[in-house]
């Protein structure tokens, strides 16, 4: 091993000190309170040198240390560390959650316009892409951005279903039926449709000594539906009652999650109602439920 030292022009250049040790080239930079470590590995072409290439980057920085692996981290299947010194966003994975909705905006009864069998009232998705962008050198805040899709269902307690009646989106029973006076009976009555989210969230986290992080994330996300159904069972037999039925094709929710590791729980919040103004009731869906992430 041949040391070599650079020393320095001033106190406001980086003091250098380059080692050799088997064919590599470590060099250490000190300025301040940060330093800096990179290896260097020579690249030849036959016998002769070509360059040196960098396959290793370590800084310590206000008693945090922070490594970047370059060709290493390029091979398939490689190890690939967690670092402890990273923003990592939780917004890809599954969640599961149940579905409850309210009269207004900002509460958390149940609705007097509608009964809903909560045990049977849920959503389910996915959010698949996401990007982030961490603040400051410790990487406990950041901002994330993700796109998703999943399904919802509504479903009614009792002989009662969605369904669109001279324009208008009601829950009537199944006594009110208009078609041709007939006496009808609804059973497992229920409204769904599908959805793309897209979260923005802003998120603390920080990693504890196992490497698995706390974290609190909250912001907006946008829901664009499709696929509005009124479906159920009519006098025994299953039927697609309506579609459409004047859902509004973009809502805004208020997301707020919490975990550890790779599992957390979730609030969704509408901020206005599922239906276009004054063409159904005013419901606000709202859910609690589990995520996983990856």
Known sequence: MVP?????????????????????KIVIKEQGNKIKVKLYEKSSNGDSLVSNTQIFEGVYLNGRSTEN????????????????????????????????????????NPSNQVSLNTSHSWEIGANLFTTSHAFGPTKNWGFALGLGWGYRSMRLDGDYA????????QVVPGS???????STEYSKSRLRYFYFRIPLSIEWQTRLSNRRSVFFSVGPEAEIRHGFRSKGKING???T???????????INLLAQAGYGNLGVYTRYATYGLFEKGKGPGLYPFSFGLSWYW
Request: with cysteine; charged share 25%; glycine share 10%.
């Open 69 to 108: 692996r370059t060709i290493l981290d390029a091979l398939p299947f490689s190890n690939k560390r967690k670092k402890r010194n990273t923003f990592s966003p939780h917004l890809c994975g599954l969640y599961f959650g149940y579905l409850m909705v309210s009269n207004d905006f900002g509460t958390f």
């Open 162 to 169: 969605f369904r669109d009646i001279d324009g208008i989106t």
């Open 4 to 24: 070599m030292s650079l020393p320095a022009q001033n106190e406001n250049t980086s003091q250098d000190t380059i080692f050799y040790a088997k064919g590599r």
């Open 176 to 182: 009110l039926e208009p078609a041709d006076g007939r």
């Open 241 to 251: 009652f309506d579609k459409g039925l004047h859902g509004r094709p973009v809502g």
């Open 237 to 239: 037999k299953k039927e």
